[in-house]
């Protein structure tokens, strides 16, 4: 009896687990069948369709310089959907596509193509945008042209995953319009704009760094486009001899190279400054404070491992700004990290250092006084009104400060021609009466038209800003 329990049970878990084992190569055959990318691939038609898009000349050409216009333009009016809409009609998409299908396929004939047409399609946009803001009256720095100064982890991330949508949609025999998304997502065509503002406006530093995140954004695109052929196993290009196959390999193998080796530095790079940033912005926001102070400015510079920060304020002691110093030392990522500390005297504080001194001196005065004429109450009496005149001065001069830093930098943003603003109060007389009129001193961009009409907007937005019923805008 005993027997047959134990024989019924074995039986009971080889039926559970062949059905365990059933459905575990279910759900294998539906994960291989969901994300095998194999499946509806067309190597010929989608070869045929990136070789397509390379040529560049004709309507093409002039496709990429109106593209390339209204993407200035919407970078010079920090308009994000202008841009979208530049990108989504730019061909620059083509050629960086075709650079990483003909590496995939050893097709150096079609690698040539595209190096030729990649590089004229560059010159002529970076041209096409410095001619545009060259004549434009407005060359202050937007938001949206900040922003592809300088290239980031995120934008490497954005540029190899936009490579894989690409192609692999690419790759369909149903067609999508992912291509373009693609051209949005990396962000191919502000780059070059703002390389070309950079030259028209002398900011070398600017053209480099715009630069760099488009040549960052290319190589990603492409290299994900080889390894998606690659992975597709599309067809390598066929030559008449083995000797030109082998040429063509090492010439094909070699390029890849330059590709792979620069684009794994440059990600590495990225990595440890994106990983420094972050570590030097927990540090400031954790260890750098000190009552009275306040940060109004903070630069992180890794590649010379520097930490600039600026104060306005009471005056930060040296030894806080040494231990400070020490905590870094003390970090293990940012070892050899320098703390620049930068700090303006708040005038307020001196202010009240000030009057509390008048203050104590009237007061002992009029204690010598009232001591020597023995009329104390009366005096006890005087000195208390001059208490309160002396914390109705404090308070005035508390509300007369101007907050100028600020008020400069909003009107920069509403009022770009400005290049300059100064503030003082000016002693006026008509010879009868004297009057004291708060008084704004602007400096126009030179290239500005209607200036009249700009200094009456301006003048009314002062006024609303500065709290006063009157005040003059003088033109410098």
Same mark, same amino acid.
């Given at each position: ?36 990318? +194999? ?31 209204? #993407? ?13 809409? #530049? =990108? ?10 075709? =650079? ?20 004229? =399609? ?49 790759? +369909? @025999? ?72 082998? +040429? ?75 231990? /400070? ?29 000030? =009057? ?39 308070? @005035? ?13 909003? #009107? ?31 400096? /126009? ?5 209607? @200036? ?8 009314? /937005? ?15």
């Amino acid at each position: 009896m005993e027997k047959d329990n134990t024989t019924n049970t074995t039986s009971e878990n080889t039926d559970a687990s062949k059905e365990f084992k059933g459905i575990w190569v279910q759900f294998k055959d539906f994960l291989k069948e969901l994300l095998n990318i +194999r499946i509806g691939a067309d190597p010929k038609s989608t070869i045929e369709g990136i070789k397509k898009d390379i040529p560049f000349k004709g309507h093409t050409a002039w496709i990429l310089i109106f593209s390339i216009l209204i #993407a200035s333009i919407g970078l010079n009016t920090n308009s994000t959907a202008v841009v979208i809409g #530049a =990108m989504l009609i730019s061909p620059l998409m083509g050629p960086i596509l075709g =650079m990483g299908l003909s590496i995939g396929i050893n097709d150096i004939d079609t690698l040539r193509r595209s190096l030729i047409n990649f590089g004229v =399609m560059v010159f002529l946009s970076i041209l096409t945008a410095f001619i545009y803001f060259k004549i434009s009256p407005f060359q202050t720095a937007s938001s949206e042209i900040l922003a592809r100064t300088e290239p980031t982890l995120l934008d490497v991330l954005i540029a190899v995953f936009g490579g894989f949508a690409g192609i692999v949609a690419g790759s +369909r @025999k149903e067609k999508s319009n992912a291509i373009p998304g693609v051209a949005i997502a990396t962000a191919l065509m502000p780059p070059l704009c703002t390389a070309g503002f950079g030259l028209a406006t002398g900011n070398i530093s600017y053209f480099l760094g715009a630069l760099y995140l488009f040549l960052i954004n290319t190589v990603f695109i492409a290299l994900s486009t080889f390894i998606v052929v690659k992975y597709l196993r599309f067809p390598l290009a066929k030559y008449a001899t083995a000797k030109k196959r082998k +040429r063509v390999n090492r010439i094909v193998a070699f390029v890849a190279i330059l590709i792979i080796a620069p684009s794994i530095i440059t990600f590495k790079n990225i990595i440890e400054k994106s990983i420094y940033e972050k570590e030097a912005g927990v540090f400031i926001d954790t260890n750098i404070i000190y009552n009275g102070a306040e940060i109004i400015k903070k630069n992180i510079d890794r590649e010379h491992k520097k930490i600039s920060i600026y104060f306005i304020g009471e005056s930060v002691p040296k030894s806080i700004i040494a231990e /400070w110093q020490k905590r870094i030392t003390d970090n293990p990522r940012l070892q050899g990290t320098e703390l620049s500390i930068g700090q303006g005297e708040d005038k307020i504080s001196e202010l009240k250092s000030e =009057m509390s001194k008048v203050k104590d001196g009237l007061i002992k005065d009029l204690f010598l006084q009232s001591n020597q004429s023995q009329l104390s109450n009366n005096k006890d009496t005087e000195i208390l009104l001059l208490k309160d005149k002396i914390n109705h001065l404090e308070s @005035k001069n508390q509300r007369e400060i101007i907050p100028l830093l600020a008020i400069s930098k909003e #009107a920069q943003i509403n009022y770009p021609e400005i290049q300059k603003l100064s503030y003082a109060k000016v002693i006026t007389s008509n010879f009868k009466k004297i009057d004291t009129l708060p008084t704004v001193e602007v400096t /126009w961009d030179k290239r500005v038209k209607n @200036k009249e009409n700009k200094k009456e907007r301006l003048e009314k /937005w002062l006024k609303l800003k500065f709290r006063v019923d009157t005040l003059v805008v003088r033109e410098r």
